[in-house]
């Protein structure tokens, strides 16, 4: 019998290996629903010199992340800061450290990451009620509160920006549902922080997550959260341990706090990109970085239009940086896709659940929402179907 197969790692082996090419990646328009394109100051602050995770000049970059990040979601929240992962880790940090087996939950669903906060909601033990929602639509406080099984909840959790379908969800009616219900108010602000106003504060949320990889403008590998007194109060007040520990909050923040203890190595030269991104964001300007969000997103809508095209969420509860266009029938979604990749050098996005294969997404999200880029999109997109 012949025994397992060993693969030759010899010294004259490894020198017969055939090596890659230095890695030289094209360079694309990126108008999908994620990654957004990067600023090139952003890429260059990621390349300076990496500093150990306890050096006292990275520790003030971390303070400084810190404060612009409470500019940015609006909040005087001390327990801000970037969890270690994409925006799904993101989520994952809020649920864990907010429930406990038992709690009840409360859950809009009404596109595939309401569906997800859903499942990690279950995965923590919880008990979940599932309001589900039109696809491409936001929901009324009415829908939600009719849909409640129960009097009192620990936790209402919804998307403020549901990436799949393009919506825009208001939310302090949904506060208002929560005070109701006895609950801490959880939002999904992955695809709206920096690009939509997001009122941590004014509109009473107790937590919320985000991406750096949307209208941050950063690479994807970070997860902005924020939790209110409240929130931290129901953390202290645990009783089983964070079925996490990488993400547990009450080991991290013993890093990002004032005690700077040590829990994981953190993605140094990440956070010098984010530093760099929340630095140009505030540069700019919050209210005129929304008002280019919305400008350009209507300069797109109008030109849709122009070319028989539809979006399929209806203006008022439309996202400004994510638009979801309704394919004509007859034409072929992922040939389209293809033809806008290997022509104009342009990303789109193809839909997700219901909406795949009948629906493009297409995203203008910080330095991508630009004039040009709406543009090109449009004639791309003309090119494409045929109409050039």
């Known amino acids: 019998m012949c025994g397992p197969h ?3 790692f010899s010294s004259a082996s490894i020198a017969n290996m055939s090596i890659p090419t230095a890695l030289t990646p094209p360079r694309r328009v990126l108008m999908g629903p994620g990654p957004s394109d990067v600023d090139d100051a952003v890429l260059a602050a990621m390349a300076r010199p990496t500093l150990g995770h306890l050096d006292p000049r990275f520790l003030e970059v971390m303070d400084e992340i810190g404060s612009m990040l409470r500019s940015v979601f609006r909040t005087e929240n001390q327990l801000t800061m970037p ?7 993101g989520m994952e940090t809020c649920m864990v450290n907010l429930l406990e087996p038992g709690d009840r939950v409360l859950v809009g669903v009404n596109g595939v990451f309401g569906t997800r906060m859903a499942e990690v909601a279950r995965r923590c033990g919880a008990e979940v009620t599932e309001v589900k929602g039109e696809w491409g ?11 409640a099984e129960h009097d009192r909840y620990d936790l209402v959790a919804v998307v403020h920006a549901e990436t799949s379908t393009g919506v825009l969800q208001p939310i302090p009616a949904v506060r208002e549902l929560a005070d109701e219900l006895g609950a801490l108010l ?3 602000c992955v695809t709206s922080l920096a690009g939509h106003a997001v009122e941590i504060d004014g509109w009473g949320v107790d937590a919320a997550y985000s991406g750096t990889q949307k ?14 007194e409240r929130a931290v109060e129901k953390m202290k007040a645990r009783k089983t341990p964070v079925q996490s520990w990488y993400l547990d909050l009450s080991l991290i923040q013993g890093y990002w706090g004032e005690e700077r203890s040590y829990h994981h190595t953190a993605p140094i030269n990440m956070l010098y990109g984010l530093h760099e991104a929340l630095r140009l964001v505030l540069e700019e300007g919050l209210e005129a970085r929304f008002d280019r969000h919305r400008r350009h997103s209507k300069m797109l809508c109008e030109g849709l239009e122009a070319l028989g095209l539809a979006a399929r969420v209806p203006e008022a509860e439309r996202l400004a940086p994510l638009t979801t266009i309704a394919i004509p029938d007859g034409v072929d979604d992922a040939a389209v896709r293809g033809h806008l990749l290997e022509h104009f050098g342009l990303e789109i996005g193809g839909g997700l659940g219901p909406m795949k294969g009948n629906t493009w997404r297409v995203g203008l999200m910080g330095a991508g929402s630009t004039e040009r880029n709406v543009k090109l999109c449009l004639a791309a997109l003309d090119d494409a179907m045929g109409r050039g």
């Open 215 to 228: 209208c941050l403008s950063c690479p994807p590998g970070l997860a902005p959260v924020t939790f209110s």
């Open 137 to 147: 639509r936001a929901f009324e406080a009415e829908a939600l509160r009719a849909g």
């Open 186 to 188: 959880l939002i999904d």
């Open 6 to 8: 060993v693969p030759d």
């Open 83 to 89: 969890m270690s992962g994409t925006g799904s880790a």
